[in-house]
């Protein structure tokens, strides 16, 4: 398959302000809460790294989606990564945005396709896999991106699947994978359809 046929445009939806340079901020991610056996102190909290990358920039790979994070664009789902950030100081507030995340790994991704990998399977990186099998909770996140995940999530939800937890997790990053490429080409391809027949192939092999 081309490098055109599997990477589309990047139209962003949203400019960064030309009056703010790029900052280098950090969010502190939260696991989702097992109130049966954790105590709220012993909630995991990751800390990922945000910035703007632009192409005049240095290039930085997303390792879900295999592109410059720059390049990235998703079916449903916002190309920025917003964020209110609070000047102590002044008591002012500043939007910054962001299209790049890293983890303390060093494992770089697009914050958007990494928050729904980290709500749809666990907070360990895609990469090496450090980090918290939990789910990422979705409400430490900014507002502006919530409702879109969770939209996303449902999409992603497989009830039928009854296999083994290896199986299912499997499945689960391959659907996740289809749904935020979207498909190669729009006019002729279904995204739902391409995700049924995976199904399809995959119990047949199992």
Same mark, same amino acid.
Request: with cysteine.
């Given at each position: 398959m081309s490098t055109e046929c599997k990477r589309q445009k990047h139209v962003h939806n949203q400019s960064p302000s030309k009056t703010s340079s790029p900052q280098l901020w950090e969010q502190m991610w939260e696991a989702r809460p097992d109130i049966e056996s954790s105590p709220p102190s012993a909630i995991y909290k990751c800390p990922v790294q945000l910035w703007w990358n632009d192409p005049s920039g240095e290039e930085v790979l997303c390792h879900i989606m295999q592109d410059n994070t720059y390049?990235?664009?998703?079916?449903? &789902?916002?190309?920025?990564?917003?964020? !209110? !950030? =609070? *000047? *102590? %100081?002044?008591?002012?507030?500043?939007? &910054? =945005?962001? %299209?790049?995340?890293?983890?303390?790994?060093?494992?770089?991704?697009?914050?958007?396709?990494? #928050? &729904?990998?980290?709500?749809?399977? *666990?907070? +360990?990186?895609?990469?090496? +896999?450090?980090?918290?099998?939990? #789910? &990422? %909770? =979705?409400?430490?996140?900014p507002i502006e991106i919530r409702s879109s995940i969770m939209s996303k999530k449902e999409k992603l939800q497989a009830p039928e699947l009854r296999s083994s937890d290896d199986i299912r997790q499997v499945m689960t990053a391959l659907e996740l994978h289809i749904h935020l490429r979207g498909p190669s080409n729009p006019e002729t391809v279904n995204a739902n359809s391409s995700v049924t027949s995976l199904r399809s192939v995959l119990h047949s092999r199992i």
């Open positions: 390049d990235v664009t998703f079916d449903d &789902l916002p190309t920025i990564w917003p964020s !209110q !950030q =609070v *000047d *102590d %100081n002044t008591d002012s507030s500043e939007t &910054l =945005v962001a %299209n790049t995340a890293k983890l303390s790994c060093g494992h770089t991704f697009h914050p958007t396709a990494l #928050a &729904l990998h980290f709500v749809n399977m *666990d907070m +360990r990186c895609p990469v090496c +896999r450090e980090g918290n099998k939990a #789910a &990422l %909770n =979705v409400e430490c996140l």
